[in-house]
């Protein structure tokens, strides 16, 4: 006779919960690339995804994250699409002739900017897990005549790039959005020549973010409640392989936070970030 007394529901896998969330930011974002399109809400939290039918709104939301109008001005219309929190190319200190990836590149808007940065001799590749975002990049590629980026779709966790090809790699708030950073250190630290370095602005938390954010999809879609521990950070980069690690939180940034997700409070737990390192 069977068990009836047992009610509890079926274990979930760690790759299934994974897998969920992945699936989730990447509708969330596939929204963000069609309302921009449309010049329309995708109807996310944050500041609706830094999407708006009013190019002035972007720009002052790029120019608060530490862009010039220099930068602005030399991209294609859409490609600043407002997203990020900061600015990697102001630490990249990118060469010309230098090999560029950028994790999680959605309208190119870095990628176009490390573009004239490397110069005809160097080479950019975005990686994006969302095909609508990948056709508005190369979308952007076109109509600004770029002959030294391309866009690739795939996932962070499992770069489509060969091993040892970059000299840098570039990032802008979309490592916390993954729920599976070591492999993402991992990845990048293979893709990565010897003496390659990291030049990425994300979102890190400063204090343990409670459950019921790191549950709330909204603030996971919206770039804060999957954020690490900076010293979580730290040890994940170290056991990737990576040295000189630099994690710099920018305290001012939890202004533009509080505009992301009004009277919710996760400014007091997380901040924008620099974060740098060498592969050996």
Not at 52 to 67: F, V, W
Not at 199 to 222: C, F, H, K, Y
Not at 253 to 260: A, G, L
Not at 267 to 272: F, G, I, K, T
Request: hydrophobic share 40%.
């Amino acid at each position: 006779m069977p068990d009836l007394t047992n009610n509890s529901a079926p274990e979930v896998s760690l790759t299934d919960l994974q897998d969920s969330h992945r699936q989730e930011v990447r509708k969330a974002y596939a929204q963000v690339a069609v309302a921009s399109n449309s010049n329309g809400c995708c109807g996310i939290e944050s500041s609706c995804c830094g999407v708006s039918d009013d190019t002035a709104i972007n720009t002052l939301i790029s120019s608060r994250l530490g862009y010039s109008q220099d930068d602005l001005a030399k991209v294609p219309s859409g490609a600043d699409m407002g997203l990020g929190c900061g600015n990697p190319k102001a630490i990249a200190a990118l060469q010309p002739g230098e090999v560029v990836v950028d994790l999680g590149s959605g309208g190119g808007f870095d990628c176009f900017l490390a573009a004239a940065e490397v110069g005809d001799a160097g080479h950019v590749i975005g990686v994006d897990m969302t095909p609508d975002m990948l056709s508005k990049a190369r979308n952007n590629a076109l109509r600004g005549k770029y002959s030294n980026v391309e866009f690739r779709l795939g996932e962070i966790e499992a770069l489509p790039i060969a091993d040892g090809c970059a000299d840098v790699i570039i990032s802008n708030c979309v490592i916390n959005l993954s729920p599976d950073k070591d492999r993402v250190f991992r990845e990048a630290f293979r893709i990565l020549k010897p003496g390659g370095r990291l030049a990425i602005s994300d979102v890190v938390a400063t204090v343990e973010i409670p459950q019921e954010m790191r549950n709330d999809p909204q603030l996971v879609s919206g770039c804060m409640g999957n954020a690490s521990l900076i010293e979580e950070l730290e040890d994940i980069m170290d056991a990737a392989g990576f040295t000189d690690i630099k994690i710099e939180p920018k305290d001012e940034s939890r202004e533009f936070i509080r505009d992301w997700a009004p009277g919710r409070g996760i400014e007091e737990y997380v901040v924008s970030a620099t974060i740098e390192a060498t592969r050996p």
